[in-house]
């Protein structure tokens, strides 16, 4: 771990009031939530289509049993639980430190860390719509049903509210998110390496002070950043300490 680096990240934020935090599949890893991207050898045993093509919208509607087969194995988590960087952004929330998080993950860990201004650019496996009436269903329901999960009322299919490839962004999401991206004072890219568009040209919006990037690998914005921290997310935010 590099204790420059922390501190200065703790400085940067002890200075800061309106932080943004942008992150991705990364903040979720040290939850022991996998990005359905990776190309795993047990994904390739059990799957004959590539990950991108079995979240796509096509595909859903084309071999929706395969879809909600994938989709309840790889992309949905109930035994999550947030990890330090979940807990430490909702402390600085709670502290009037930061004033959004805009994340690309469904998984809803920050919500269950107790974060509120949550912007969620791609949805969330918690909120599950029938398509013909659109009752609510939760993700248990969605769970625990063999196959096709479908209405009790009408049955209709019922579709998680989750973007698929070949969807659009949610336009109020994708505004309130460009909207405090803007307004921020610094902006925490976390845990994604930038490369999923329109979420990732967000970040063009941002005209504050401090640019930090916490991720693994090297990202496109690098070097725009005021600092690049490649540790664990978790172990880095852990040891912010938050101070109004
Ligand atoms: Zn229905």
């Known amino acids: 771990m590099d204790q420059e680096k922390i501190a200065k990240l703790q400085q940067m934020i002890d200075e800061s009031h309106k932080i943004v935090f942008f992150g991705g599949a990364g903040v979720s890893t040290e939850s022991h939530i996998p990005d359905f991207r990776s190309t795993d050898g047990l994904y390739h045993q059990t799957y004959k289509y590539p990950p991108e093509v079995m979240v796509s919208h096509s595909f859903y509607v084309q071999h929706t049993e395969e879809f909600f087969d994938f989709y309840k194995n790889k992309m949905v988590f109930l035994d999550a639980k947030p990890n330090k960087a979940h807990l430490k952004l909702a402390e600085l929330e709670k502290a009037g430190k930061l004033s959004a998080i805009v994340t690309q993950n469904i998984d809803g860990l920050h919500q ?3 974060s509120k201004k949550v912007y969620e650019l791609h949805g969330s496996v918690h ?29 209709g299919i019922i579709k998680p509210d989750v973007v698929l490839y070949e969807e659009g962004l949610d336009g109020n999401i994708m505004q309130g998110a460009i909207n405090a991206i803007a307004d921020a004072d610094m902006l925490i890219i976390g845990g994604t390496s930038l490369v999923v568009y ?42 912010i300490k938050v101070r109004s």
Request: glycine share 10%; hydrophobic share 30%; net charge neutral.
């Open 112 to 114: 269950m860390a107790g």
């Open 127 to 155: 909120r599950n719509y029938c398509e013909k009436c659109h009752r609510f269903y939760d993700v248990n329901y969605v769970m625990k049903t063999k196959g096709i999960p479908y209405c009790e009322e009408c049955g």
């Open 198 to 239: 329109p979420a990732a040209g967000m970040i063009d919006y941002f005209r504050g002070k401090y640019l930090a990037v916490l991720n693994r690998d090297a990202t496109s914005r690098d070097k725009q950043a005021d600092l690049c921290i490649t540790d664990p997310i978790g172990e880095v935010l852990g040891q």
